[in-house]
C-alpha cells in the first residue's frame, strides 16, 4: 500500500482528473501523503509541524494553518513534489486507544521524544510497536528525538535513538522545534524515501 | 426553510457553494439531452426499494454509482467544455439528489444504529449533569463559554440536512469555531498551540454539551455516503475527530477523566436516578397541566420555539421519512398533544371541536420528485420541466 494507499481503488486513469485536485489521487510527479504525528503530549510535536509550514516559503503554495491539521508542499531536486497532510493525535494517555483512527490509511508515521524525556522514548517505542502490530505494513516511520538545544539536559543518549531506529527499519534525526534544526532534513529525508507510485 | 451550511472560503475541499450549484444541477437535468442520466438516477434510486437495508452494501453501491455516473457525465455533451469546477459541482448536486431521495432508506437504517444513537445520547445526557471543563484537564484560557456554544450550535445544526456534504460541514463549522478559539488563544493569551492536544478536548467537551442528535448514525452516514474522493484531507481529519470523541463518550469511565473513580460512578448513578425519577413522574401524571417541554428526557434540546410548528416537528413529515429513532419523540409529542387537548376539552367543551380530517397520504416514489432539504419541492420532468 505505501502512499498509493491513498488511491481510491476505483479511481481509473479517466477519472484522475476530476480527483487530483481534491481527492486522493497523486502522480508520479506530485504525490500527496497522509502523515501522523505520534508522540507523547509535550514532546514538540505540534512544534515541529508548525516550523516546517511557517519555516517554508513558497509563494505559490497556499498552506493552510490550523491548530492540528496541518498540509506544506515541498518540492524536491527531481523537480517532483510532495505534499504532506500532517494528521497531528493527542498524546494523552486517556486518548491513547483513539490513535488508530487517526493512523489508519497513513503513508508515515512521525513518532516523537523528547531527548529530556526517557518516559517519552519508551512511549515512543511503544508507538513504533504498535503501528508495527496495527499499522498499514509499508509505511514509512521517523523517530524523532526533539528538543536538540537542550543538549545539556540530555537524558537519551544519541546512540540508543539510533540503535532502535536501526532495529526497527526507521528513519532517525535528533531536531529542535525551537532553532529549527533539522526540521526540514527530517521532512525531506521522508519524502526522498516514498515509494513511488509507477511512472505513466 | 433552511439554509445551505455556510462554508468559509479558506476550505479546501469542501467549499463549491451550497443551492446555487444544487439549482444548476437541477437545470441542467431538466434538459432533454440529460434524459438518459436521469433514467440512470431513477433507476439506481427505485432498484434500492427491491432490497432490504444493509449499509456496508449500501454505501458500496452508492459509491458506485457516484463513480459510474461521474464517468458519464465527463463524457456528457452537456459537460463537453465543461471545467473541474463545473464537473464537480455537477457531482455534488447529484450526491445531494440522490442523498436526499434515499434518506429515508439509507439513513439510521437498521434497529442496531437507532439503538446506538439512543445509548450514545442517553449516556451523554448523564454526563451532562456534572462534567466540567476541569475532568478534561482544558485549560483555562480555552474556557470560553460564547465560542463553546456556537460551536455546539453548528454541531446541532446536523439534522437541519439531508445530504452528506451539508451534515459534514456542520463538523467542520464546529471545529472551526474551536480552531478559532484555540488561534485567538495562542496569539492574545500567549497560550503555546498544542495542537489537537488542545483541540480534542475541547471538542469532546462541546459535543457533550451539544448532545447532537443521531450522532453516530449521523458519522456513519456520512462516512458511507460522502462521495469518497470528498472525504480526504481537512475534511476527513475532522470528521475523524468526531468520530474520535464519540468513541472516547461511549468508551469513557471513570479512569477516562480527571475525576475520582468513586465520585465519578456516585455522579453517573445520581444522574441515571434524577432521569428514572423524571420519567415516572411524566408517565404516572399524564395530566399534570402546564407540562410544556414535550422531550423531558433530553436535557439539552433544542432552544425554545414559540411558533406552532417547529414545537411539532413531525407535522411536515410523511410516513416513509420516519425511522425507529422517531418513536420515543414521536410518543412523547403524542401525549403532550393529548395532555393539551384533554385539558382544552374539559374547559371548552361546550363547543364542538371535535372536527377531524383524514389526510390522504402522498405516496413517495410514483412521481419522481424531489425533496430538498430547503424544503421545496422541485419536479423533473421532462414533458412539462422545459
Known sequence: MGCSSSLPDRSSGQLAGLNSENGGVSDAKNLRVKLVLLGDSGVGKSCIVLRFVRGQFDPTSKVTVGASFLSQTIALQDSTTVKFEIWDTAGQERYAALAPLYYRGAAVAVVVYDITSPESFAKAQYWVKELQKHGNPDIVMALVGNKADLNEKREVPVQDGIDYAEKNGMFFIETSAKTADNINQLFEEIAKRLPRPASS | MEAAPSSSSTSTSTSSGGSVTFYDFLDRMRNPASLDLVRSIKSFIVSFSFYTPNPDNDGKKVQDFYLSMEAAIMEH??????????????????????????????????????????????????????????????????????????????????????????????????????????????????????????????????????????????????????????????????????????????????????????????????????????????????????????????????????????????????????????????????????????????????????????????????????????????????????
Open chain 2, 77 to 386: 455533451p452537456l459537460w463537453a467544455a465543461a471545467t473541474f469546477e463545473e464537473l464537480d459541482s455537477a457531482m455534488e448536486g447529484l450526491e445531494k439528489y440522490v442523498m436526499t431521495k434515499l434518506f429515508s432508506r439509507t439513513f439510521a437504517s437498521v434497529p442496531e444504529d437507532a439503538k446506538i444513537d439512543r445509548e450514545v445520547s442517553e449516556k451523554i445526557c448523564l454526563l451532562q449533569t456534572f462534567l466540567k471543563p476541569e475532568h478534561l484537564d482544558i485549560p483555562a484560557v480555552l474556557h470560553n463559554e460564547a465560542s463553546w456554544l456556537l460551536a455546539e450550535k453548528e454541531l446541532q445544526k446536523i439534522n437541519t440536512f439531508k445530504a452528506p456534504r451539508e451534515k459534514l460541514l456542520c463538523i467542520m463549522n464546529c471545529c472551526r469555531v474551536i480552531n478559532n478559539l484555540l488561534l485567538n488563544a495562542s496569539m492574545s493569551e500567549n497560550h503555546a498551540l498544542a495542537g489537537l492536544d488542545d483541540f480534542l478536548p475541547v471538542l469532546i467537551y462541546v459535543t457533550i454539551k451539544a448532545n447532537p442528535p443521531q450522532l453516530h448514525s449521523n458519522l456513519k452516514f456520512i462516512q458511507l455516503y460522502r462521495r469518497q474522493a470528498k472525504l480526504v484531507s481537512e475534511a476527513a481529519y475532522y470528521f475523524t475527530n468526531l468520530v474520535s470523541a464519540k468513541t472516547f463518550i461511549v468508551d469513557l469511565n471513570g479512569k477516562s477523566l480527571s475525576m475520582d473513580e468513586i465520585k465519578f460512578e456516585e455522579s453517573m448513578q445520581a444522574a441515571r436516578l434524577t432521569q428514572t425519577n423524571r420519567a415516572t413522574q411524566i408517565e404516572t401524571s399524564p395530566t399534570l397541566q402546564g407540562q410544556t417541554d414535550p422531550t423531558p428526557t433530553r436535557m439539552h434540546d433544542k432552544e425554545k420555539d414559540t411558533s406552532g410548528g417547529s414545537n411539532y416537528p413531525y407535522m411536515d413529515a410523511e410516513a416513509g421519512e420516519l425511522t425507529v429513532g422517531d418513536v420515543e419523540r414521536l410518543l412523547s409529542l403524542y401525549k403532550d398533544v393529548v395532555t393539551k387537548y384533554t385539558s382544552l376539552y374539559k374547559v371548552v367543551r361546550h363547543l364542538s371541536i371535535s372536527k377531524t380530517e383524514t389526510p390522504v397520504p402522498h405516496s413517495e416514489g410514483t412521481s419522481f420528485l424531489l425533496t430538498q432539504p430547503e424544503g421545496t419541492n422541485t419536479k423533473i420532468d421532462h414533458q412539462k420541466g422545459n
